[in-house]
Antibody, heavy 124, light 107 residues
Framework: EVHLVESGGGLVQPGGSLRLSCAAS????????MSWVRQAPGKGLEWVAN????????YYADSVKGRFTVSRDNAKNSLYLQMNSLSADDTAVYYC?????????????????WGQGTLVTVSS | DIPMTQSPSTLSASVGDRVTITCRAS??????LAWYQQKPGKAPKLLIY???SLETGVPSRFSGSGSGTEFTLTISSLQPDDFATYYC?????????FGQGTKVEIK
């Protein structure tokens, strides 16, 4: 059974940094594109970043480009999100998600498994 | 990016009702459209991918249709477990975008 468990969320001051982690199990992690998706309190879903199986390609939403960095360690079955220069607009639940494997477009895929999420609160 | 617009934003319905949610893309996304269900305090759950393909384990009362810029999610007979918020998502572009969500409430 696929499991994705996020950690590292918490309260951080504006301008601060935080590193999120996601521990994956139940599937061949090194074979999957992985993504981060966030949801501000009471709001909708927003794709944040994704990374190719070997870490050789990364993509970012405009709202986080230059501030966030996605990475992975396939030996540890782990996904990471380094978040710098945080602002109140980054307050959200951050989900670790696995990209689907069937019927994907040439550019991207849907998300077939989601973690339970970790809350990041940016406030002074 | 490709903005996605869902309608209605909120829908009040009764158990047994047929429910339809519409999702419109600002440009064609071909058939690369997924639907998710989210309950309060929980992560979203994949229901449908590539417009009409039902994810394993999802009840057959859920169905999807459409192509290009207009898509629908239909629940043929609403059940108590279906009261939730539903999101569409396009994945034609690497810059994946979601609709704003449709909350299905008890009438």
């Amino acid at each position: 059974e696929v499991h994705l468990v996020e950690s590292g969320g918490g309260l951080v001051q504006p301008g601060g940094s935080l590193r999120l982690s996601c521990a994956a199990s139940g599937f061949t992690f090194s074979s999957s594109w992985m993504s981060w998706v966030r949801q501000a309190p009471g709001k909708g879903l927003e794709w944040v970043a994704n990374i190719k199986q070997d870490g050789g390609e990364e993509y970012y939403a405009d709202s986080v480009k230059g501030r966030f960095t996605v990475s992975r360690d396939n030996a540890k079955n782990s996904l990471y999100l380094q978040m710098n220069s945080l602002s109140a607009d980054d307050t959200a639940v951050y989900y670790c998600v696995r990209d689907g494997r069937r019927e994907c477009s040439r550019a991207a895929c849907y998300y077939d498994y989601w973690g339970q999420g970790t809350l990041v609160t940016v406030s002074s | 990016d490709i903005p996605m617009t869902q309608s209605p934003s909120t829908l009040s319905a009764s158990v047994g009702d047929r429910v339809t949610i519409t999702c419109r893309a600002s440009e064609s996304v071909s058939s690369w459209l997924a639907w998710y269900q989210q309950k309060p305090g929980k992560a979203p759950k994949l229901l449908i991918y590539k417009t009409s393909s039902l994810e394993t384990g999802v009840p057959s009362r859920f169905s999807g249709s459409g192509s290009g810029t207009e898509f629908t999610l239909t629940i043929s007979s609403l059940q108590p477990d279906d009261f939730a918020t539903y999101y569409c998502q396009q994945y034609d572009s690497y810059y994946r975008t979601f609709g704003q969500g449709t909350k299905v409430e008890i009438k």
